[in-house]
C-alpha cells in the first residue's frame, strides 16, 4: 500500500503549505505532494526567517553575543543563554559558584515547562480544539510572571551570563514559584480530562506518525521527539551539567514511536521539572550569583562544545575561537533542524490532516531551525 | 397544500391548552387586508410581509448567534470575549456586519466569475427556503407543508450544492479539497439524520410539522419513545452537527490544515454570506431537533401535576421553542469549543461503520413499538 503510493505519479496533487499558513506556526514552507488525501512527500523549504544569528554572532563579543541568543528558539530563551554561557566558562574554565547554578537550573525547568504548556495549547489548535491554548496559557502567565519579576523579561530574558546570573532573584522568587507549584498540581488534571483522554484526540494520535528508534537516531532526532521512540538522549541525564547531577529526576521514555507517544513524553516532563524545581526551590545556597570575571572576556584558542536539554531537544554550541574578544566562528546545531528532517518518513502514507498533528507533536520554533 | 396560508391555519384537534396564540393577530390582518384588497392582491401582501419577516429574522438570527458564538466561547475558554461595541459587546456582530458590507468583494483572477458569485447566494437562499415549514410558535408557521419533515431533508441537502460551487469555482487547492470533504460529508451524514428524522414520523405517524408536535401534547417524543428515541435524538445531534458542518466534523473549513477550506478565496459580503448560511442552518437543524424530539413549542408538562402543568402553559410557546432551539445551539457550539477535528477517514468509518447501522437498526426497533403501541 505504503510502496504503491510512493510511485504512482497519476493525480498528484502538489499543495504549499506555508510560508503563510496557520499550521506551521511561523514561517516554514512545507511542499506537499498529494494523493487524494494521502501525502506522497514533504518536502520542508527553510530561511524564511534566516536572520544569520551565525554570522552576527561572529562580530559581537562573548558578553553580547548571548543576547542574540534569545531569539533563535525564544520558547528555551533561558536554556539557549544558558548553552553559551556553558561555552565560555567551560573555555575560561571559570568556577560558577552554587547559587547561580541552582538559579540556572530552576530558571531552565521553568522554561521547559512554559515551552511545553505553549506545545501543548498549540498542538491542540493543530487537530481542531481551540480552547486548550487557553487553560494553557493561565499557567504559562504565571511563569511569565515570575520570570518577568526577576529578570525584567517575559520572553527574550537575557539572563544567564559568563559566570552565573545577571542580577540575583528577586525576593519574592520562592514564594511566587512554590505558588506556582501548587496551581500547576491543581490544574494539570484538566490538562488529561480535556485532551489526553478525549476520544477523538486519541484516535488521532494513536499509531500515526509513526518514527522508528533507528529512523530517530539516522536524523539526528533529540528530545522529546527522539525520546518518544525510545532512544535515550536526554542532555541532563547523559552529560550533566550545572546541578543536574545532584537531583533526583526521571528521564522520559515512551516505546510507541507515535504522536501520543511524543504527546506522552511531554506531558511527563512537565511533572518532571515540577519534581527538580521542588527539590531546588528551597536549597538555593546562599552566595554570589556570579563569578568574578573580567569585564572584557577573551576565549584561549582552540575549538569549544557544549551541549544542554532545550525544551525541544540537544542545542549544541560549537566556538571556534582565535583568542580574540570575538569568536571566529560560531555553530549552533538546533533541535528543531533534525527533528523536522524526520518529517517527511513520519508522514509519508498517512492523511492531511495527520501530517498537522505530526508537526504539533514534533514541536517546531522556526526561528530555531532557521537561526 | 398550495402556498395559501402564509400565516398559518388555526389547529384545533388537540387543542387542550390555553395557551396565548399568535393566530388572532395573524386572523385579525388576514381580515383586515381582505376587506381592504382583492384576494389576488392579499396573496401578494401577505407574501411579502412574510418574505420580509423571513429576511428579518434571518439578519437577527444571524446576528444573535454570532455573538452567542462569541460569547459561550469565551466563557468556556476563561476570557471575556466582546465587550466593547454596545452594552456588553452585544453590538459587537452588528459592527461585524458593518464591517463586511463595505469590504470589498474581491473574485480571484483564475475563479469562474459566475459560479463564483453564485455560491454564496445560494447557500442563503437554501436556509431561507429551510425557514418556510417551521413552527416558531403555537399556530405559527410560515407554510403549513403537509410532508414539512421530507421537505426540510430534502431542501438542506442542497447546501453542499454551494459549497461544492465553491469550492471548485475558487481555483484553489484548498477550497477544491475543503468541498470535496464537505461533499463526501454531508453526503454521509445526510443518511443518518434521514433515519433519525424517520424514527419520529413513524412513531408520530404524520410528515406534518403540526401533527408532530401535537403528537407530543402528552410529552415529548425523547420521554415517550423509550431508549431508542433517545439513540435517535443523540444519532441526530452528531449527524447534523456534521451536516452544518460544525466542529468537531469541521473538516470542510479546518483552518489548522486548509486556512479555511471551500470559503478561502471569499471575502466581504459574499464570506458574510456563508457565514450567515452556516449559522442559520445550525438554527434550522437544531429547531428541528427541538420540533421532533423535545415536542417544538409545547410546554413541558409532568403527568398529573395540574398545578405545575397550568404555570408551564403560562409560559408563551415562542419562548419554549426558542428555548429549546437554542439549549441545542448551545450543545452543538459546546462540542465546538471542547473537541479536537477528526480525520476524513475515521469522519467517513464513523458515520457508515456505526452510525448508520445502529440507526437502521434503531429504525426497525421504533417501528416494532409504534405498531406494537408500546410507546407511552
Not at chain 1, 530561511?47 to 536572520?51: D, F, K, P, Q
Given at each position: 500500500m505504503l510502496e504503491e503510493v510512493a510511485t504512482s505519479t497519476e493525480g498528484d496533487l502538489v499543495i504549499n503549505v506555508g510560508p503563510q499558513h496557520p499550521a506551521t506556526h511561523g514561517v516554514l514552507h512545507l511542499v506537499i505532494t498529494l494523493n487524494g488525501e494521502t501525502i506522497k512527500k514533504v518536502e520542508p523549504h527553510l530561511?524564511?526567517?534566516?536572520?544569520s544569528i551565525e554570522k552576527m554572532c561572529e562580530s559581537l563579543t562573548y558578553r553580547q553575543f548571548i543576547y542574540v541568543t534569545s531569539r533563535m528558539d525564544y520558547l528555551s530563551a533561558h536554556i539557549n543563554n544558558h548553552a553559551c554561557a556553558l561555552c565560555v566558562e567551560k573555555a575560561m574554565q571559570i568556577e560558577v559558584p552554587e547559587r547561580a547554578q541552582v538559579i540556572r537550573v530552576i530558571m531552565d525547568e521553568l522554561t521547559r515547562i512554559a515551552s511545553h504548556e505553549l506545545w501543548w495549547g498549540a498542538m491542540a489548535m493543530d487537530i481542531g480544539a481551540f480552547t486548550p491554548f487557553f487553560h494553557a496559557f493561565r499557567e504559562r502567565e504565571t511563569i511569565n510572571d515570575i520570570m518577568e519579576e526577576t529578570c525584567g523579561a517575559r520572553l527574550t530574558m537575557n539572563y544567564m551570563v559568563p559566570g552565573g546570573v545577571m542580577i540575583d532573584l528577586h525576593p519574592d522568587f520562592q514564594r511566587k514559584v512554590k505558588e506556582f507549584i501548587k496551581l500547576f498540581r491543581s490544574k494539570v488534571h484538566e490538562y488529561d480530562e480535556l485532551v489526553t483522554g478525549n476520544i477523538i484526540f486519541r484516535s488521532r494520535m494513536k499509531d500515526v506518525g509513526f518514527l522508528s528508534k533507528e529512523d530517530a537516531i539516522s536524523f539526528g532526532c533529540t528530545g522529546p521527539t527522539a525520546r518518544g521512540s525510545g532512544v535515550s538522549c536526554d542532555i541532563r541525564k547523559l552529560y550533566p551539567y550545572d546541578v543536574y547531577n545532584k537531583v533526583q529526576f526521571e528521564e522520559v521514555l515512551e516505546t510507541g514511536g507515535d504522536s501520543l507517544a511524543r504527546y506522552m513524553v511531554r506531558i511527563r516532563e512537565m511533572h518532571q521539572s515540577i519534581s527538580i524545581i521542588e527539590q531546588l526551590i528551597d536549597n538555593i545556597p546562599e552566595g554570589d550569583f556570579q563569578a568574578k570575571t573580567k569585564a572584557v572576556l577573551k576565549l584561549p584558542k582552540g575549538e569549544f562544545y557544549t551541549r544542554v536539554e532545550t525544551a525541544r531537544g540537544e542545542l549544541g554550541l560549537y566556538i571556534v575561537s582565535e583568542g580574540a574578544t570575538t569568536p571566529y566562528r560560531i555553530k549552533f546545531r538546533s533541535p528543531g533542524f533534525s527533528n523536522l528532517s524526520a518529517l517527511d518518513t513520519m508522514a509519508r502514507g498517512s492523511k492531511l490532516g495527520d501530517l498537522v498533528a505530526m508537526m504539533g507533536t514534533l514541536d517546531l520554533v522556526i526561528p530555531d531551525i532557521d537561526r | 397544500m398550495p402556498l395559501t396560508s402564509a400565516f398559518s391555519i388555526p389547529f384545533s384537534r388537540f387543542d387542550i391548552h390555553k395557551m396565548w396564540s399568535l393566530t388572532d393577530i395573524t386572523t385579525n390582518i388576514h381580515d383586515w387586508l381582505n376587506e381592504t384588497f382583492s384576494p389576488t392582491w392579499v396573496l401578494i401582501i401577505e407574501m411579502v410581509i412574510a418574505g420580509i419577516a423571513v429576511i428579518g429574522l434571518f439578519a437577527v438570527l444571524g446576528l444573535v448567534l454570532v455573538i452567542m458564538e462569541r460569547k459561550v466561547s469565551a466563557w468556556m475558554q476563561i476570557r471575556l470575549g466582546p465587550n466593547r461595541v454596545g452594552p456588553k459587546g452585544l453590538l459587537q456582530s452588528l459592527a461585524d456586519t458593518l464591517k463586511l458590507l463595505v469590504k470589498e468583494g474581491l473574485t480571484p483572477g483564475g475563479a469562474d466569475k459566475f459560479l463564483f458569485n453564485l455560491a454564496p447566494i445560494i447557500a442563503l437562499v437554501v436556509a431561507m427556503l429551510l425557514m418556510a415549514p417551521i413552527a416558531f410558535a403555537k399556530d405559527f408557521q410560515l407554510w403549513n407543508l403537509n410532508i414539512g419533515v421530507l421537505y426540510v431533508s430534502a431542501v438542506s441537502s442542497l447546501m453542499v450544492i454551494s459549497i461544492l460551487m465553491a469550492g471548485w469555482s475558487s481555483n484553489n487547492k484548498y477550497s477544491l479539497m475543503g468541498a470535496m470533504r464537505s461533499g463526501a460529508q454531508i453526503v454521509s451524514y445526510e443518511l443518518s439524520a434521514g433515519l433519525s428524522i424517520l424514527t419520529i414520523v413513524v412513531l408520530a405517524g404524520s410528515l406534518n410539522i403540526p401533527d408532530i408536535i401535537y403528537s407530543q401534547a402528552d410529552g415529548w417524543w425523547i420521554f415517550k419513545g423509550h431508549i431508542p428515541a433517545l439513540i435517535a435524538f443523540v444519532i441526530f445531534i452528531i449527524a447534523v452537527t456534521a451536516e452544518t458542518n460544525r466542529a468537531p466534523f469541521d473538516l470542510a473549513e479546518a483552518e489548522s490544515e486548509l486556512t479555511a477550506g471551500f470559503h478561502t478565496e471569499y471575502s466581504g459580503m459574499k464570506f458574510a454570506l456563508f457565514f450567515l448560511a452556516e449559522y442559520v442552518n445550525v438554527f434550522i437543524v437544531c429547531a428541528i431537533g427541538a420540533t421532533l424530539f423535545l415536542g417544538g413549542w409545547m410546554p413541558f408538562h409532568i403527568g398529573n401535576w395540574e398545578a405545575f402543568n397550568h404555570v408551564m402553559d403560562y409560559i408563551p410557546s415562542s419562548i419554549w421553542f426558542f428555548g429549546k432551539t437554542f439549549f441545542l445551539i448551545f450543545v452543538i457550539m459546546w462540542f465546538r469549543w471542547t473537541f479536537p477535528r477528526l480525520r476524513i477517514d475515521q469522519l467517513l468509518n464513523l458515520e457508515w461503520k456505526y452510525l448508520l447501522p445502529i440507526s437502521m437498526f434503531n429504525l426497525i426497533l421504533v417501528t416494532a413499538i409504534a405498531i406494537l403501541k408500546w410507546h407511552f
Open positions: 530561511g524564511y526567517i534566516h536572520r | -
